[in-house]
């Protein structure tokens, strides 16, 4: 803006001198020293030169400032480049830091990692073994149906399933009782029945899945041997006794066991874990008065912590019962009961 102001001012200026011209040819023609016809051409050639000498001028002018405003960008630039190289030196210097931070967390880490994913895989690889083994195992001791239901997941593992066939051959017992039901029970109807007798009563909580499991032992033709009782989880109080004060929490309906005396074998897998604090405690409590002076019960999943605290729990609360561990996938804890 202060440079338009300026140019309108030199402009004026170049018009006075221009108008003063005029007025002075004017008067010298006037006088009779020039021609008119010599007073406006004369007036025309200085109105040209005016021009030419302005413009010529002006373009120094422009000249003059693009140059400055050249410098400055040019200077903008390099202080522009210089911050940006500033900038990619420190970005390099940080990529750099980060990198060898990399190379050190992964030269201390990626060793365990590795051993312990060797751990695992090892491990896994005998657990998958062990069971393989114990399938066939029960497969040839059992002679079973061609197609049995599967073991493993939510079901018993096999390596358990054969403990508790390898017991019901050693004890014969006339009573067992399954807390949970499904592919197990058609396992252990084919021991009973190999043992040459004997019921298992299976407790189930979900009415959809106890009727699954009925059909399963009906399509095994068990159905003599195993019954599946719909038991729906209900209250159970747990006595006050010592210094722990009465309290609930749900287990299957005991009205389901009511009927049953001198148990031999009892497995306890259920209810599921998510159904409360320590779900299967009550097992022992509500079963033990029912079972057979020299009964012998099985935990399955010990290795949870949830179940090694119902074994110590059981093993305080009830001196005949002695417990040992059974190598299991998942754990298994045999409890048996002894005289005082």
Not at 2 to 18: D, E, G, N, T, Y
Not at 262 to 279: H, Q, R, S
Not at 283 to 303: E, F, G, I, S, W
Request: some cysteine.
């Amino acid at each position: 803006m202060r440079f338009l102001r300026s140019r309108l001012k030199q402009v004026a200026a170049v018009l006075a001198a221009a108008a003063a011209g005029v007025a002075v040819l004017a008067a010298l023609a006037a006088a009779g020293v020039l021609s008119w016809e010599g007073a406006v051409l004369l007036a025309g050639l200085g109105a040209v030169g005016a021009a030419v000498a302005g413009n010529a001028w002006l373009t120094v002018r422009l000249t003059r400032r693009v140059s400055t405003l050249d410098r400055r960008i040019d200077a903008s630039a390099r202080t522009v480049s210089e911050a940006i190289g500033t900038d990619r030196m420190e970005i390099v210097k940080s990529l750099d830091g980060a990198r060898n931070e990399l190379k050190r967390v992964r030269a201390q880490t990626l060793p365990k990692v590795s051993a312990e994913m060797a751990k695992a895989v090892n491990l896994q690889g005998r657990n998958d073994y062990e069971q393989q083994v114990a399938w066939n195992e029960l497969r040839d001791f059992l002679r079973p149906a061609p197609f049995m239901p599967s073991l493993r997941g939510w079901a018993a593992s096999p390596d358990v399933m054969r403990l508790l066939v390898r017991l019901i051959d050693e004890r014969r017992p006339k009573l067992v009782v399954e807390c949970g039901s499904g592919a197990s029970s058609v396992w252990l109807g084919y021991a009973l029945r190999r043992s040459g007798g004997g019921r298992l009563i299976a407790l189930e909580h979900d009415e959809r899945y106890a009727e699954l499991s009925r059909q399963l032992v009906r399509d095994h033709g068990l159905d003599d041997i195993v019954e599946v009782r719909h038991a729906p989880l209900t209250e159970w109080t747990h006595p006050a006794g010592g210094d722990e004060p009465a309290r609930t929490q749900p287990w299957y309906d005991t009205t389901a066991v009511e009927d049953l005396h001198d148990i031999g074998l009892v497995f306890i897998d259920g209810p599921p874990e998510a159904t409360a604090a320590e779900a299967r405690y009550p097992a022992v409590p509500v079963l033990m008065p029912r079972c057979a002076p020299d009964a012998v019960l099985v935990l399955d999943d010990a290795a949870r912590p949830d179940e090694r605290s119902i074994s110590e729990r059981w093993v305080a609360d009830f001196p005949e019962l002695s417990a040992r561990d059974e190598a299991a996938e998942k754990g298994a804890r045999v409890f048996t009961r002894t005289a005082l």
